[in-house]
């Protein structure tokens, strides 16, 4: 069992930046990959970003492209996400996903939330224009 929590959301005008965690407990987190979904009011969860095991491998949405990093720290069990440059169209809840296959299935598969065995609560992102 993965247990998620999210944190770090808030209120941030637009072109301003947070980093959300998200922290992970029990003792198998290092092997799975984890990744970063959003839900803005009225739409659909879509994908953020992924992270293989060792940080190897990490893969972005279009959209957050060159704005957004992953990274993580496996040795606190914590996942990260740089989110810089921020739009108001980047408004939504923000959740952490743990995929125990460790992105087996390749990056693609990866953007799919069924994908995904452990879901966190979500934070709360909102930008201002």
């Known amino acids: 069992q993965v247990q998620l929590v999210e944190s770090g959301g808030g209120l941030v005008q637009a072109g301003g930046s947070l980093r959300l965690s998200c922290a992970a407990s029990?003792?198998?987190?290092?092997?799975?990959?984890m990744g970063w979904f959003r839900q803005a009011p009225g739409k659909e969860r879509e994908f953020v970003a992924v992270?293989?095991?060792?940080?190897?491998?990490?893969y972005y949405a279009d959209s957050v492209k060159g704005r957004f990093t992953i990274s993580r720290d496996n040795a606190k069990n914590t996942v990260y996400l740089q989110m810089n440059s921020l739009k108001p169209e980047d408004t939504a809840v923000y959740y952490c996903?743990?995929?125990?296959?460790?992105?087996?299935?390749?990056?693609?598969?990866?953007?799919?939330?069924?994908?995904?065995?452990?879901w966190g609560q979500g934070t709360q992102v909102t930008v201002s224009s």
């Open positions: 996903a743990a995929d125990s296959m460790d992105m087996f299935a390749g990056p693609l598969r990866a953007t799919m939330s069924d994908t995904y065995d452990y």
């Open positions: 029990g003792r198998t987190f290092s092997r799975y990959a």
């Open positions: 992270i293989r095991w060792n940080g190897g491998i990490t």
